[in-house]
């Protein structure tokens, strides 16, 4: 029996914790992650004799802009890889939302988009076309009502679906100014060599451009924890070389 | 930047603005366009606590509180809804 970790991630006051509770009963404790202070739930929950590992990521807006929480959030999606990311958006705030959205997908395209509160937006007289969500994200949209418990199975079939690798979707990639490119196109190679084949070489290489050392100082101490003594002479070289 | 527009800290209660520039680098800019501080986007000027700062916006469905050190740096252009 195969074991699925699955990380929720979102902006806060999504719903997480109550989708996070209804799937794992009574089976959540509460946990802690490497070297942070952030503390954050784990539980189980089985879907068609799949076991996954839920971990309820702390609620931000963004993965960028260096508070306590939302490195803790980038740092796990980045180094403890969760088979699924799972990014719970409200169906009443969509386009707040879907910042979060790209930037998880950017990351990864082991993602499902769950669009909570729809029962909400119906009363709002929102409709949401999901079809075509799911075409230009490029990886499964499912509407719930984590409160009414609506949409669950659908939305664990997609999970399942990624998890296992049955879906095998292009997640959307953004194309940016040609200066932008250009200097991803320059620094990816650098990167890769660093970094290899395990973090997302491209995205990396976009936060290296827009200054973030707090993503530098954590693939720093991450590396340096994971690698052969080889490796890490590498790594010190070009992350020099990056500046 | 285009004549009309103001600081989003001078703008009275009640005021809708589009934004047209944030005058931010770095970190800060970061977490402004992150809030929905993005150029293009309205933004509603909801009240001032009791001391006048920080102010309440409005912005992409959010109540969001800005002090004057940031709003000062955040650009808009009136589009009416200002108190008489
Ligand atoms: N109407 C409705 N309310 C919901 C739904 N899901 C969650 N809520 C409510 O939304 C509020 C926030 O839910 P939480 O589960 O605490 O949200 P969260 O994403 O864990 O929040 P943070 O941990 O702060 O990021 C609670 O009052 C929930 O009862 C839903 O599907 N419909
Ligand atoms: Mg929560």
Known sequence: MSHYTVAFAGNPNTGKSTLFNLLTGLRQHTGNWAGKTVTTAEGEFTHNQHVYRAVDLPGTYS????????????????????????????????????????????????????????????????????????????????????????????????????????????????????????????????????????????????????????????????????????????????????? | MAGAAIPLSEASNGSLLRISGIDVQGVLRRRLLDLGFVTGNTVEVLRRSPLGDPVAFRVSNTTIALRREESSLIYGELLGGEEA
Not at chain 1, 86 to 102: G, K, P, Q
Not at chain 1, 156 to 178: C, N
Request: aromatic share 4%; net charge negative; hydrophobic share 45%.
């Open chain 1, 63 to 243: 993965l960028y802009s260096n508070s306590a929480d939302e490195e803790a959030a980038r740092d796990y999606i980045i180094f403890e890889q969760p088979v699924v990311t799972l990014v719970v958006l409200d169906a009443t705030s969509l386009e707040r939302n879907l910042n979060l959205a790209l930037q998880v997908l950017e990351i990864t395209g082991r993602a499902v988009v769950c669009i909570n509160l729809i029962d909400e937006a119906k009363k709002l007289g929102i409709s949401i076309n999901l079809k075509a969500i799911a075409r230009q994200l490029g990886v499964p949209v499912v509407a719930i009502s984590a409160r009414n418990q609506t949409g669950i199975g659908e939305l664990l079939d997609q999970l399942e679906r990624v998890a296992t690798g049955a879906f095998a979707g292009k997640p959307l990639k953004i194309t940016y100014s040609d200066e932008i490119e250009q200097g991803i196109a320059e620094l990816l190679p650098l990167v890769e060599q660093t970094v290899g084949s395990r973090y997302p070489a491209r995205w990396i290489a976009l936060r290296l451009m827009d200054g973030d050392s707090s993503l530098l100082s954590s693939l720093k101490t991450h590396m340096g924890r994971s690698t052969s003594p080889a490796h890490k002479e590498v790594a010190g070289h070009g992350v020099t070389a990056c500046h």
